[in-house]
């Protein structure tokens, strides 16, 4: 029955199917990977999907009530099968849909199963077998039912095994990944917030450098990069890695993102005090007003997400600035700059420019790592918050991002410096966070480009560059003592993606690309998505 195509063609299938009550046109285009159909009703509406987009496709039994209704009395035995796909919807948001077609041929109905089915096994990018991390304390305490609820179904139904572990305590995540036989699986899934998936991504890129012999207190060390996706189920507070790679929190479309084998490489910082290794980071590295509202928010954690709100407002009004130096490398590699109009999205040239540059230099180098004589610039000052991000730190507070114009994967930083400034000056800029004007366009608010970047405060360096712990709290009990002070010679601490760091002083180096989620980066909102999202909505009711 399959057309004779020339060697190397794969068949076109049209077929006139049973949809509901009636016909229609239904064609697989093997060659492009495309299946499409008109609608019988609802305005005679087409639906394109591509088979990278498809989840599953099964043989469907009717049941009693469908075989007795309209022209399916008819049909003696009507064979069916049900392709379930994505539907891309407003806001990124992503859902499962389904469509059963039927037809009194056996043999017909077979051959489109077996097609699409042999095109979904071409797939080659998608996850087979899952290792989940559950983190059932993290934000709304939510995370066991969202992963039971709206997420296990979709990975049955896709055929994808999983190995889950509901997380006992803090590091569990962690410290077992540095245990399981790793190469059985294509990717490790983590069930919270932005701390759950700061814990998974420690253990799994920690792991890749323990198996390689890479030291990581070495600050030079050029790191291993870790090939096993990450997939982010948002379950947590704040959710700012998942929201500013995917576009929206939402458990169903992350888990459709992992389900069709997405890969978007990410940017990571390592953080080290005295040749020491402390955290990596993926999104904010912030001291001051970040770092402070973090550790005020770590006593409210029976909150929930709320404590952020209450300490923010906390924060807010103490007011602290922090005097120290802050010394950076420029990033002159990448081709964009904190203060550009266009932000990182799909298939972004900015990060695919710096993709093949560290492609050559590895090449030119191998594993060896190029001694950075480049310049460093030095800034001395009062500081209300020092923010470095990876990323946009996109988050539904701030759907913009902290630096809007930050990319996932250019191997660049933007640090972004806030002075001393009035109260009401500093709630200007917090609030232009949250909105869509210039949080930079302030005359005591600075960002750069960088690639390192390292912080000493003026109390440890009166203290000599080697600070020590013990000293640190002497000074915070000095001033805990003379409320007279306003507090500033007192440390603040660093927010590195939402743990706190014991270490002030720090040094820091973005690793470009050193690791991949499974997410695609924010896709374009174009025309087309409009129209699409207008019918999907008259496909919903
Ligand atoms: C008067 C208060 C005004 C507040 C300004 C609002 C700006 C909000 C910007 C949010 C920053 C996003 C960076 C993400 C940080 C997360 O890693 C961290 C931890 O998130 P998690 O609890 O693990 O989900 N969350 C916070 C708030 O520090
Ligand atoms: N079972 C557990 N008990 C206590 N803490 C845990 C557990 N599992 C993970 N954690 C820790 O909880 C912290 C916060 O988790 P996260 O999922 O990010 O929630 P939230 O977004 O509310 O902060 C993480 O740093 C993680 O290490
Ligand atoms: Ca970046």
Not at 190 to 199: I, K, L, Q, R, T
Not at 256 to 283: A, E, M, R, W
Not at 292 to 303: A, N, P, Q
Request: glycine content about 8%; aromatic content about 10%.
């Amino acid at each position: 029955m399959e057309q004779q195509l020339p060697a190397g063609r794969r068949p076109r299938l049209v077929s006139s199917l049973g949809l509901g009550q009636r016909c229609c046109e239904v064609t697989l285009d093997q060659e492009r990977g495309l299946l499409a159909w008109r609608h019988p009703r609802r305005g005679g509406e087409n639906y394109f999907v591509p088979t990278s987009e498809i989840i599953a496709v099964e043989e469907t039994e009717l049941n009693k009530k469908q075989r007795n209704t309209g022209k399916w009395q008819k049909l003696a035995k009507p064979h069916a099968f049900t392709v379930y796909y994505v539907k891309k919807a407003r806001n990124h948001r992503w859902w499962c849909r389904d469509v059963t077609f039927w037809c009194g041929d056996e043999n017909l109905c077979n051959q489109w199963t077996q097609a699409l089915k042999e095109l979904l096994e071409m797939q080659k990018c998608r996850p087979k077998q899952l290792l989940v991390y559950i983190n059932p304390y993290g934000g709304k305490r939510q995370g066991k039912k969202i992963y039971e609820q709206k997420v296990a179904p979709l990975f049955s139904l896709a055929s994808i095994s999983t190995d889950v572990v509901i997380t006992e305590h803090a590091n569990h995540a962690k410290d077992n990944l540095f245990e399981v036989n790793i190469n059985k699986y294509d990717g490790v899934v983590c069930v919270g917030g932005d701390g759950m998936f700061s814990e998974v991504m420690h253990g799994l890129i920690g792991r890749m450098q323990k198996d390689s012999g890479i030291d990581q207190n070495n600050p030079k060390a050029p790191l291993v990069q870790c090939n096993i996706r990450i997939g982010i189920i948002p379950a947590g507070s704040t959710d700012c890695v998942c929201y500013s790679t995917v576009g929206i929190s939402d458990p169903v479309t992350s888990a459709l993102h992992i389900i069709v084998g997405d890969s978007q490489p990410l940017d990571v910082s390592s953080v080290h005090h005295n040749n020491t290794f402390l955290k990596y980071s993926v999104s904010l590295l912030g001291y001051g007003f970040y770092g402070d509202i973090l550790k005020d928010s770590e006593k409210k954690r029976w909150m929930g997400p709320m404590r952020y709100d209450y300490s923010g407002f906390k924060t807010f009004l103490s007011h602290h600035y922090y005097e120290g130096t802050i010394s950076f490398q420029p990033a002159k590699h990448t081709l964009g700059s904190p203060r550009d109009k266009d932000s990182c999205r799909t298939g972004c040239y900015i990060c695919k420019e710096s993709e093949q540059q560290l492609a050559e230099q590895q090449k030119k180098c191998g594993l060896k790592h190029e001694e950075d004589e480049e310049e460093w610039k030095v800034i001395k000052g009062k500081f209300l918050a020092i923010n470095a991000v990876n990323m946009s730190c996109a988050c539904p507070r701030s759907p913009k991002g902290l630096s809007p114009a930050a990319h996932l994967a250019d191997g660049s930083a933007d640090l972004i410096l806030v002075r001393k400034c009035s109260r009401f000056d500093f709630l200007r800029h917090l609030v232009r966070n949250t909105n869509q004007d210039d949080q930079f366009d302030f005359s005591f608010v600075d960002v750069y480009r960088v690639k390192s970047f390292q912080f000493t405060s003026k109390l440890s360096e009166d203290n000599g560059s080697n600070v020590t712990d013990i000293g640190k709290k002497r000074f915070g009990q000095f001033c805990r003592d003379h409320p007279a002070c306003c507090c500033n010679i007192a440390d603040s601490t660093w927010n590195c993606d939402g743990e706190t760091l014991d270490s002030s002083a720090i040094e820091v180096r973005v690793h470009c690309q050193l690791m991949k989620l499974f997410a695609r980066g924010i896709e374009e909102n174009c025309k087309d998505e409009a129209a699409y999202s207008h019918s999907s909505i008259e496909h919903l009711l």
